[in-house]
């Protein structure tokens, strides 16, 4: 079967095992224990995000194995990456916010995603800019 040399399904498959068997179990303890709940619901969270973290090395490897393909400046790709990364961060804490409560904090950590996304992809329009002004 196709394999990508980052995630492949089975990947998928474990991270929907380890979503669902939290949320089960969470929701088995959110009338008993409440607080409980929240804290299995997070450990569930943070278990996908390391175990995310620990095939980004074979993302990274992809990324690098096409740019030797196409002529991209590899702090482009750097960028991209961050921006990923950004916004993966922004939309998982402002989920676990949400679901804890507090949207207007969800909202306010969206908003600096937002931001940051758009600060961080400055150089890229800046180069765009450029490659259109030398074209004219």
């Given at each position: 079967y196709f394999?990508?040399?980052g995630?492949?399904?089975m990947d998928m498959i474990k991270v929907a095992v380890i979503g669902t068997i939290?949320?089960?179990l969470a929701l088995a303890l959110k009338s008993a224990k409440g607080e409980f709940s929240?804290?299995?619901n997070l450990s569930a969270c943070v278990l996908i995000m390391l175990y995310l973290a620990a095939r980004l090395?074979?993302?990274v490897s992809q990324l690098e194995f096409m740019t030797e393909y196409v002529d991209i400046d590899s702090d482009y790709i750097m960028i991209m990456l961050k921006m990923a990364g950004l916004t993966y961060i922004a939309e998982f804490s402002s989920s676990l916010c949400r679901d804890m409560g507090y949207s207007a904090l969800a909202v306010q950590i969206e908003?600096?995603?937002k931001?940051?996304?758009l600060f961080l992809s400055c150089p890229i329009?800046?180069?765009l800019l450029e490659m259109v002004g030398e074209m004219l």
């Open positions: 394999r990508c040399k995630l492949m399904i939290g949320s089960l929240t804290y299995i090395s074979g993302i908003n600096f995603g931001l940051s996304l329009v800046v180069r």
